[in-house]
């Protein structure tokens, strides 16, 4: 079993930054791909970057390439997620997720999930 809670949400104007961190239990944590995914009002959960156990494999969303970082640090069981140039249509509850068996893009593949962060970005 594996528990995953998000942090570093927030209000933040359009151009700003933030930090996402997500922090995982568990023992095997540097086994798993992790993968951010958010979700705004009336929208479907939509995927947004993953990176695998180790880190050599990373997919973004084409909405965030360029602008987002998705890194981990094994040592400190967290995943993190930096947002640069946010715009308002990034405004949306992110959360993070686990998965034990390969990356991926689909949130239905992923088997853990946390209780998600607020980010709003206003213009």
């Known amino acids: 079993q594996v528990q995953l809670v998000e942090s570093g949400g927030g209000l933040v104007q359009v151009g700003g930054s933030l930090r996402l961190s997500c922090a995982a239990s568990?023992?095997?944590?540097?086994?798993?791909?992790m993968g951010w995914f958010r979700q705004a009002p009336g929208k479907e959960r939509e995927f947004v970057a993953a990176?695998?156990?180790?880190?050599?494999?990373?997919y973004y969303a084409d909405s965030v390439k360029g602008r987002f970082t998705i890194s981990r640090d094994n040592a400190k069981n967290t995943v993190y997620l930096q947002m640069n140039s946010l715009k308002p249509e990034d405004t949306a509850v992110y959360y993070c997720?686990?998965?034990?068996?390969?990356?991926?893009?689909?949130?239905?593949?992923?088997?853990?999930w946390g209780q998600g962060t607020q980010v709003t970005v206003s213009s």
């Open positions: 990176i695998s156990w180790i880190g050599r494999i990373i």
């Open positions: 568990g023992r095997t944590f540097s086994t798993y791909t």
């Open positions: 997720a686990a998965e034990t068996t390969g990356v991926t893009l689909k949130a239905g593949e992923y088997d853990y």
